[in-house]
């Protein structure tokens, strides 16, 4: 069984940045497509930004693009996606997940790894 862990999350002012990370452990998601999505108190849990395998096939949501970036070690197991020019807005809960395939997408469903969260917080 694989596991996922975030790190990096914080309380941060409008316009700092942050880097996330998504260590794997338990098993190599080398060969898998993995994303970031965020969940705010009281809304869906929502797509930010995905990567295929090799590091393609790079997809973000509208509302991050151009601000945030993820990318991926794969010999370290290990996904990022650094924040910059943050906005009161992306204060949610942030999550890693593993796709069932090689291909990205921005859809929970085609997900099967989750990590458990990290809060960031951006104040006015």
């Known amino acids: 069984q694989g596991q996922l862990v975030e790190s990096g999350g914080g309380l941060v002012q409008a316009g700092d940045s942050l880097r996330l990370s998504c260590a794997a452990s338990?098993?190599?998601?080398?060969?898998?497509?993995m994303g970031w999505f965020r969940q705010a108190p009281g809304t869906e849990r929502e797509f930010v930004a995905a990567?295929?395998?090799?590091?393609?096939?790079?997809l973000y949501a509208d509302s991050v693009r151009g601000r945030f970036t993820v990318s991926r070690d794969n010999a370290k197991n290990t996904m990022y996606l650094q924040m910059n020019s943050l906005k009161p807005e992306d204060t949610a809960v942030y999550y890693c997940?593993?796709?069932?395939?090689?291909?990205?997408?921005?859809?929970?469903?085609?997900?099967?790894?989750w990590g458990r969260g990290t809060q960031v917080t951006v104040s006015s």
């Open positions: 338990g098993r190599r998601f080398s060969n898998n497509a």
């Open positions: 997940a593993a796709a069932r395939s090689s291909v990205s997408g921005a859809d929970t469903s085609q997900y099967n790894y």
């Open positions: 990567i295929g395998w090799r590091g393609g096939n790079i």
